[in-house]
């Protein structure tokens, strides 16, 4: 298990810049074949992946919310971030990070991190 941890400021209000950095322990981001992602999930509701940082240095995004997202990496301190701007109340939700490994960056492997709760106030 490679142990995942969220943070980033949860109480925004609308047109607002989320920003979440998850820390990584256990493992490098640049592990070969390693995706490194991020995810929201509205409780009792499907997830929706948002995007991922490839070991390599490429990113890639859900195309409904490319837009407005940005994921970055800092290699020496083994964090990958990820930036939403413009919030609405209906981005909402739980976010997490989460790896996988190998050919489908969908394919987490668990545990994900902890999960922080982000709120968007109109």
């Known amino acids: 298990q490679v142990p995942l941890q969220e943070s980033g400021r949860g109480l925004l209000k609308s047109s607002q810049t989320l920003s979440l950095t998850c820390t990584v322990s256990?493992?490098?981001?640049?592990?070969?074949?390693?995706?490194w992602s991020w995810i929201r999930q509205p409780p009792g509701k499907t997830p929706e992946w948002i995007g991922a940082?490839?070991?390599?240095?490429?990113?890639y995004y859900n195309p409904s919310l490319q837009r407005r997202t940005s994921i970055s990496r800092v290699t020496s301190k083994n964090q990958f971030s990820h930036q939403l701007s413009a919030v609405t109340p209906e981005d909402t939700d739980i976010y997490y990070c989460?790896?996988?490994?190998?050919?489908?960056?969908?394919?987490?492997?668990?545990?994900w991190g902890h999960g922080t709760q982000v709120t968007a106030s109109s």
């Open positions: 256990g493992d490098s981001i640049t592990t070969t074949n390693s995706y």
């Open positions: 989460a790896i996988s490994y190998g050919g489908d960056l969908h394919d987490f492997c668990a545990p």
């Open positions: 940082s490839h070991y390599a240095g490429n990113y």
